[in-house]
């Protein structure tokens, strides 16, 4: 599917609710600048693997009438977007129950944690390989955390057992996690997880290797 397709496509149906785009690699910011102008009653978009969107289309589209109406934003391995897109996505789609950052490498921890403060109805997110996201972002984000059901965090390589550990004190409503790749958490975390997340069904830990088998079974 190119620009020009998904142009046509879009201009034919406007009053759509939701798109699914996602490894339509070669879509660019013309698509999802028109989706913003065109798409009133969106509430589910899926760009995942777009790699040519940009700060100033997903800015366009926080900032259109639907953005305030989206529930559901999913941009993993959209490798242009900063943390410009996220704090716009902050400032007007506060409705999001869900995100996904995944793979998306530049944009800022700071502006992470903006959005999850500003989303009251977020439950679940995907920020894994935000590498920007650090222990001192999550522990402003961590009393925010107990509406989140579902959590993806693997291969974060800045964030340690100081920053999840606040994370995970408040974690009352997880039922899915993964944390794998995280190196540097080590037992008490996972202690402390195994806790407060008397809902969790679902941790995946594969590569967190300052986990030891005590630690695991202490948790099981």
Known sequence: VSDAGMVELIRKTPRVQSIDASW???LGSLSLATIADSCPDLSS?????????NDIAVVSLANSYAGPRLTSLKLQSCELLTGDSVQAIANRCTSLTEIN????ERVRGSAIADMMMSC??????????CHQLS???LSRMAPHFT????????????VSEDGFRDVARFCHSLERCDLRGLR??????LVKLSEVARR????????CLGFSRGGIDAAA
């Open 24 to 26: 339509c690699a070669k």
């Open 45 to 53: 978009l899926d760009m995942t693997g777009c790699p040519m969107i």
């Open 101 to 104: 950052l995944g793979a998306c």
């Open 120 to 129: 009251p109805l977020l439950t679940s997110m995907d920020l894994t390989q």
């Open 135 to 137: 222990d001192t972002n």
């Open 147 to 158: 509406r989140i059901r579902r959590l993806r965090m693997g291969y974060c390589r800045n």
């Open 184 to 189: 540097k958490l080590t037992d008490p975390s």
């Open 200 to 207: 969790l069904v679902h941790l995946d830990v594969r590569g």
